[in-house]
C-alpha cells in the first residue's frame, strides 16, 4: 500500500521560509518520480516541482525556480522541498505525488500522479 505524509506547512511572513516533508512508503523508489503540487483558493491544482528518485534530477515551475528546491533523502524514504523567499503568492495547499516512470514532457501534469498525500497549508502573509 503506497502511501504519502506530508508535513512542515504553516504560517510565515513574507520573505521567510519553510521546509515541507513527504515520506513516502510502498514504492519501487527508484522507479518514481516525486512531485510537489499546490492549489490556491479558488484556483486550479498547479505543477511545483518534481524529482527522480534514481537520479536525483530536479524540475521547477519558472514561478519558484531559484527559491524552491526539491531534495531526497534515499535512506529516509523522503523528499524535501525548501521554500524560501515566500511570497503571498505562494499560499496555498501543497501535496506532494508520485508516478511511475513519466517523461520530461508528462512530469508538470497533476493528471500522471497516480499516488497523492493529504496536503499541507501553506499562508504566507504579507
Known amino acids: 500500500q503506497v502511501q504519502l505524509v506530508e508535513s512542515g506547512g504553516g504560517l510565515v511572513q513574507a520573505g521567510g521560509s519553510l521546509r515541507l516533508s513527504c515520506a513516502a512508503s510502498?514504492?519501487?523508489?527508484?522507479?518514481?518520480?516525486m512531485g510537489w503540487f499546490r492549489q490556491a483558493p479558488g484556483k486550479e491544482r498547479e505543477f511545483v516541482a518534481a524529482?527522480?528518485?534514481?537520479?536525483?534530477?530536479?524540475y521547477y515551475a519558472d514561478s519558484v525556480k531559484g527559491r524552491f528546491t526539491n531534495s531526497r533523502d534515499n535512506a529516509k524514504n523522503t523528499v524535501y522541498l525548501q521554500m524560501n523567499s515566500l511570497k503571498p503568492e505562494d499560499t496555498a495547499v501543497y501535496y506532494c505525488?508520485?508516478?511511475?516512470?513519466?517523461?520530461?514532457?508528462?512530469?508538470?501534469?497533476?493528471?500522471?500522479?497516480?499516488?497523492w498525500g493529504q496536503g499541507t497549508q501553506v499562508t504566507v502573509s504579507s
Open positions: 510502498g514504492l519501487t523508489f527508484s522507479a518514481y518520480t
Open positions: 505525488a508520485a508516478v511511475f516512470r513519466v517523461g520530461a514532457q508528462e512530469i508538470r501534469r497533476s493528471y500522471e500522479y497516480g499516488y
Open positions: 524529482i527522480r528518485w534514481s537520479t536525483g534530477n530536479t
